[in-house]
């Protein structure tokens, strides 16, 4: 057992090795980030899913802190700390363990290690073919051939939702389930139920001045001027401890976040129809047209895609190892953009990344920067060149 452990071992630093050489080669200068940090920076920075799998505790000083279950928060905080020294685009690579929680009975490693890089300061399809194709040239270099890349664009699915005028939340909330809208775990119907428990859309909204059925049966552009020209005159003086300005800026944000019903079924059933979408890139794009044009939306977004791919499929990879896949969205909120995966057979995931242009701004950072990067999980790179090697040597 010990010589099998050290041959993984050396095995695993050369792969690193290797990574590591291949990033360097390509601009990407190596940072070294904490192992700690404080549970706030990955909270904001990851949303619902990855948050609910850290290793938290608090430390002797009373802060709560936690194992980084990933390393782009770690960068960006670095380069928001050193932002007025840099000279943009900043290029980092990265390597190392990190900690996720999963229970035991799903076999996933809950330590486990990383190797990736970010880039931060261009945006665009340049920027974008850069980060993937150095994701897929790494795996190249470590003699894999055959492995699959999916490809997905949560810019160009809001863009398309941008057409129903929904609230920012509400935008969240369907993309967000459209893993579960695809799998059939719920449908348009049950989801509508639940936007209106939460408040999502209009006649759930709970404005305490007895005016929800005033405004209920306007549209949200009626709402505003009601709002602001009747509310405005019967509030001449500050109420409490907000001033009229501030109430009516409350009640201005409840009736924007209290979405049309109807605009919302709508969107919902369009991403019902593009979750189910993933497959042959050009096929996909001719669908995911069809489905925006039966839902009464203008497909111009999707260019965006078809000319992200289009230059993807330039890269060297065999046609039948790229797909798109319109209901992808990783699991984590702050991706803006584009975002892929690269796998082998089924479902061992390589790795992976996206476009995040709105972290820098979210971490504390003076002004929104855009932003890419991917990481390897080189534990399941390993594993797969070694269960390779093995089928190759006719074990």
């Known amino acids: 057992m010990k010589d099998l452990d050290s041959m993984r071992w050396q095995q695993s630093d050369d792969a690193l090795?290797?990574?590591?050489?291949?990033?360097?080669?390509?601009?990407?200068?190596?940072?070294?980030?904490?192992?700690?940090e404080e549970t706030e920076l990955f909270v904001r920075k990851a949303g619902g899913d990855l948050a609910g799998r850290l290793y938290n505790f608090t430390d002797p000083g009373g802060t709560p802190v936690s194992l980084r279950p990933e390393f782009t928060s770690s960068v960006i905080r670095h380069?928001?700390?050193?932002?007025?020294?840099?000279?943009?685009?900043?290029?980092?690579?990265?390597?190392?363990?990190v900690f996720r929680y999963s229970p035991a009975e799903q076999g996933s490693y809950r330590q486990f290690t990383q190797s990736g890089a970010e880039l931060v300061g261009p945006s665009g399809i340049d920027a974008d073919i850069e980060i993937i194709s150095l994701a897929c040239s790494g795996l190249q270099k470590l003699g894999f051939g055959d492995f699959h890349l999916r490809v997905g664009h949560l810019g160009v699915l809001h863009n398309l939702l941008e057409s129903f005028t929904l609230s920012d939340p509400a935008k969240l909330?369907?993309?967000?389930?459209?893993?579960?809208?695809?799998?059939?775990?719920?449908?348009?119907?049950?989801?509508?139920?639940?936007?209106?428990?939460?408040?999502?859309?209009?006649?759930?909204?709970?404005?305490?001045?007895?005016?929800?059925?005033?405004?209920?049966?306007?549209?949200?552009?009626?709402?505003?001027?009601?709002?602001?020209?009747?509310?405005?005159?019967?509030?001449?003086?500050?109420?409490?401890?907000?001033?009229?300005?501030?109430?009516?800026?409350?009640?201005?944000s409840k009736v924007r976040q209290a979405n049309c019903p109807e605009s919302f079924e709508c969107a919902l059933k369009l991403a019902q129809l593009l979750s189910r979408m993933n497959g042959e890139p050009q096929s996909t794009i001719r669908s995911a047209?069809?489905?925006?044009?039966?839902?009464?939306?203008?497909?111009?977004?999707?260019?965006?895609?078809?000319?992200?791919?289009?230059?993807?499929?330039?890269?060297?990879?065999?046609?039948?190892?790229?797909?798109?896949?319109?209901?992808?969205?990783?699991?984590i909120s702050y991706y803006t953009g584009v975002i892929f995966e690269i796998v082998q057979g089924d479902s061992v995931a390589l790795g992976g990344g996206g476009r995040y242009d709105d972290l820098v701004q979210a971490l504390g950072?003076?002004?929104?920067?855009?932003?890419?990067?991917?990481?390897?999980?080189?534990?399941?790179?390993?594993?797969?060149?070694?269960?390779?090697?093995a089928r190759n040597n006719g074990a």
């Open 79 to 97: 380069f928001i700390d050193n932002e007025h020294s840099l000279e943009l685009p900043v290029r980092w690579q990265y390597s190392g363990p």
């Open 173 to 252: 909330f369907i993309i967000s389930n459209m893993n579960s809208l695809r799998t059939g775990e719920v449908d348009v119907q049950g989801l509508m139920e639940h936007a209106r428990d939460v408040g999502l859309v209009s006649g759930s909204v709970a404005l305490g001045l007895g005016l929800e059925t005033a405004l209920e049966s306007m549209s949200a552009e009626a709402a505003e001027q009601f709002i602001l020209g009747v509310l405005k005159e019967s509030m001449p003086e500050p109420l409490g401890r907000r001033s009229t300005d501030q109430i009516i800026a409350r009640l201005l």
């Open 17 to 36: 090795t290797c990574l590591r050489s291949h990033m360097g080669d390509r601009g990407y200068q190596p940072i070294e980030t904490p192992l700690l």
């Open 289 to 331: 047209r069809e489905a925006a044009a039966e839902c009464g939306v203008d497909a111009a977004p999707l260019d965006e895609a078809e000319s992200l791919l289009e230059r993807i499929s330039q890269m060297g990879i065999a046609e039948a190892q790229i797909s798109l896949d319109m209901g992808m969205a990783r699991g």
């Open 365 to 389: 950072g003076s002004e929104s920067v855009p932003a890419m990067g991917f990481a390897y999980n080189v534990d399941a790179v390993l594993d797969t060149l070694n269960a390779n090697g």
